[in-house]
């Protein structure tokens, strides 16, 4: 694998809903392949991945006005801290862990290569600063919990009028669901962390912590209104698709009920195919995969949420089907034997999801790209981490390559699964 | 300083059990309610104790002739209660009046005795019983800011609890320490009742001796 940089697709989402684990696999065998280290590395650091931005264009104003509230917040505080500001050594290293937090994400923001994901690292910096800020201003008589629970009351109230002003228009009901989508996951997270709970007796770095997520919530709710805002003016004869969306989603959850019907009954690995080699990589890929074809679409946030959820529910259900059958027919089909063989089929998603991007109805397969991504980068990171040593057992590292694999399938099925909502929408 | 008993809570495992509240330092202990499908395990989120801490690694209590006491260690009966020695630091007198105190009638007293680093403190979440077993669960949490205090520094510290039962001996006694404020289990909690903080409910925290 070269190291240029393509353009690919970054998830928003981590890989829980497709992996559920977060230990490297370590069942001991018999028989040890070994793959050399720096190989192994270079396999999965040797490609960039960009981000997918958000539907609406953050605006550079927006971004600039997190990046400055953070900052306004650092600035707030002595740096360092000393003993004399705080003398509890412990207290004092994690305030300073808030602010080491917030400079981290606003280089990284300046770094990122798109605006979605600048602005996910500004929210970051915006709530470790709004953190040490908190913190200090605690130690100064200046901040307490009834402080911090009118903020949250404020953020409440902030989110009620939002609500108020907030409809589900657009120009088209595709790009409407995925605007929506964003701004609804938003709204959700704000009227969260302003409902939250916190313990009032509670000191200075747990008070610290809570207006941490507080300033989260108010980001998702300034980020919410900003996108609704900058996507109503792009409108040029908005109309209302709310029903239409709602519409949809039962039509794609009626897809979905008939999708499983035909689905095997078995979902354990070695039910589903014969000779598979326990706990290697397709074994946990059909795992995976099976688990995937089963997500419930749950309690979205929204209607948009929950079309968009659908699809990636849709493309689950048909990369189970894809791994099912090519393991059926290759059961050591995507077993790997060299660190190549692990760029191959991290190189193999990342090509999946690139096209998958590029395809006409992208807006609407978000959820299952995401997914895909995030699972990407999950066994990236495990992958990168065991790499450090200078021989690393492909057993050590099955479960996280068979990732990539589901990654693939799952960014493969996701323009079908787009198109079926599409087609959905233009019948409501 | 006295010992905290502002709130009792004896609770069996496994079974809704009401809260037993307002005990003062004088309450008659002993009033486990056994009740559900496993009535040989107790809980108590508050049950009565009496902290020491002092700085440096020296041994708080000793027992007969300064012999070393195990870290953990149950004491059932009045003659070995009264061998412990405590060092001479404020606040022995009260806990020394908090072991003459305990009726091993209906009580028996744990002793535990550990470092802890000097920046943080050690909130008892609960104690659970059985015959012949006995397990503390604490959560650790960051002292108050400004408390001086230096990162890897660590003190002695000495927990006494007093449990409402006369256990015959104890075979088993465990420690967890959780990392953070309490958090107790479903079986715990749904029985306290939802939305009770997690200790000392009426706002008090394990009471720390001078250092």
């Known amino acids: ?428 | 300083m006295v010992p905290l008993t502002r709130r009792q809570t004896l609770l069996a495992a496994g079974a809704s059990v009401a809260a037993l509240a307002g005990c003062g330092a004088d309450d008659t202990s002993g009033s486990a309610t056994t009740v559900g499908s496993n009535p040989s395990e107790h809980v108590a989120t508050d049950p009565e104790r009496y902290t020491l801490r002092r700085s440096g690694d020296r041994e708080l209590v000793t027992g007969a002739e300064g012999k070393r006491v195990d870290r953990r260690t149950a004491v059932t009966d009045a003659e070995r209660a009264a061998s412990l020695a405590f060092a001479d630091v404020d606040g022995a007198d009260d806990a020394r009046a908090f072991v003459r105190e305990t009726e091993f009638a209906s009580e028996t007293l744990l002793v535990y005795q550990s470092s802890v680093r000097t920046c943080y403190e050690r909130e008892l979440c609960y104690v659970s019983w059985s015959e012949g077993e006995v397990s503390l669960r604490y959560g650790r949490t960051l002292r108050s800011w400004d408390t001086h205090c230096e990162v890897g520094a660590s003190d002695a510290g000495l927990w006494l609890v007093r449990i409402p039962d006369a256990l015959d001996g104890v075979s088993s006694f465990s420690l967890e320490l959780s990392s953070g404020a309490c958090r107790l289990p479903p079986h715990v909690r749904s029985a306290a009742g939802e939305g009770s903080a997690p200790n000392g409910t009426d706002g008090t925290n394990d009471s720390e001796g001078a250092r």
Not at chain 1, 332 to 339: E, G, L, P
């Open chain 1, 1 to 428: 694998m070269t190291g240029h940089t393509r353009r690919a697709v970054l998830g928003l989402l981590g890989c829980a809903a497709l992996a559920g684990c977060s230990a490297l696999s370590s069942d001991p065998v018999s028989e040890r392949t070994e793959l050399d280290g720096a190989a192994l590395r270079g396999a999965v650091t040797g490609e960039r991945i960009d981000g997918v931005g958000n539907p609406v264009e953050i605006g550079a104003d927006y971004r600039h006005s997190i990046r400055g509230r953070a900052e306004d917040d650092l600035e707030s505080v002595p740096d360092p801290l000393t003993a004399e500001d705080i003398p509890n050594a412990e207290v004092r290293d994690e305030l300073g862990g808030f602010r080491e937090r917030a400079r981290n994400a606003l280089d990284a923001a300046e770094e990122a290569a798109g605006a979605g994901d600048a602005l996910n690292h500004l929210r970051d910096a915006r709530k470790d600063a709004a953190a040490i800020a908190a913190g200090w201003a605690f130690t100064r008589g200046a901040f307490g919990p009834d402080d911090l629970a009118d903020r949250r009351a404020a953020l409440g109230e902030d989110a009620a009028a939002f609500a108020e002003t907030w409809s589900y228009e657009g120009d088209d009901p595709v790009c409407a669901t995925a605007v929506h989508a964003a701004i609804e996951s938003r709204y959700r997270q704000a009227t969260g962390e302003a409902a939250a709970t916190f313990d009032r007796e509670a000191r200075v770095v747990p008070l610290a912590e809570a207006a941490r997520e507080t300033a989260g919530g108010r980001t998702a709710l300034a980020t919410a209104r900003h996108l609704n805002e900058r996507y109503r003016a792009s409108l040029s004869d908005p109309t209302d698709y709310r029903a239409t969306i709602e519409a949809a989603g039962d039509a794609l959850a009626a897809r979905i009920r008939e999708r499983r019907r035909s689905l095997p009954e078995a979902r354990d690995p070695d039910e589903l195919v014969s000779d598979l080699e326990p706990r290697g990589i397709g074994w946990y890929a059909i795992e995976n995969a099976a688990r995937g074809a089963e997500e419930r679409l749950g309690d979205a946030s929204g209607p948009a949420t929950r079309l968009s959820n659908a699809v990636g529910t849709l493309a689950n259900i048909a990369a189970f089907e894809s791994v099912l059958e090519t393991l059926r027919s290759e059961p050591a089909a995507f077993d790997v034997t060299s660190a190549e063989q692990v760029a191959e089929r991290r190189s193999a998603a990342l090509t999946a999801i690139e096209r998958a991007r590029e395809s006409e109805r992208t807006a609407l397969a978000r959820r299952p790209l995401e997914a895909a991504l995030g699972s990407v980068r999950y066994a990236d990171r495990a992958i990168g981490r065991a790499a450090d040593a200078e021989s690393v057992a492909v057993e050590r590292i099955t479960l996280e390559v068979s990732y990539y694999v589901q990654a693939a399938a799952i960014a493969r099925a996701a323009p079908d699964a787009a198109a079926r909502a599409a087609a959905a929408l233009a019948d409501g």
